[in-house]
């Protein structure tokens, strides 16, 4: 049988998704999987230089999807940058729902490891918060901005962290439960940064306890 040409990343990606859902693990070698899905070993290494590298480009694929959907859209283009964040968290969550099979795969099988398979989308992500221009307090020490820019990067990372478990964890229908968190996270972060009245940071707190009572 001849083998496949044009063996791209994501054509990888899709192979490797497909191998640990059918089988629970990771492929044995990267011969085996090459073997399996009839393409050269050689094509493997020309995109990724290991399982590892190729487990990270993953979810930095799913980010990446996700601006692309946005960018098409003129509406996303004017949105202020509370409106973008949220605009960012729904479409990025409606791409994890499609994979969630491989994300919860992913993520809670490999308890700590999963940290280090989300490296490259915490860098993304973090580039991605960069972008929005998101207002801090107005300081002239260089310092103090760099420390801001670090903190702010950081806080939203955070965030995103919390919204993947919440997500991970939610039973709801479609998954509202998590849409009604990333809305009232994302208020409450603002309204935060903008050292606003704490009103959306307790309305979050009520909805968080409420889940855990029930």
Known sequence: MAKKKNITQDKLISFYMDHVLMNNHAPK?????AKDNNFEEADFYKNFASFEALEKSIFKAFFENT???????DEYQHFDARNKLLSFYFTFFENLTVNRSYVVYA????????????SELRHAFKKYIDTLEIETLDVKEPRIVKLQDYSKQESFWIQLLMIIKFWLDDTSPSFEKTDIFIEKSVHAGFDLMDIKPLKSVLDLGKFLFKEKMQ
């Open 107 to 118: 993520l809670e099988n490999k308890g700590l490891k999963s940290l280090s398979t989300l």
């Open 29 to 33: 070698t990267v011969y085996a999987f």
């Open 67 to 73: 601006l692309q959907m946005l960018e098409k859209s």
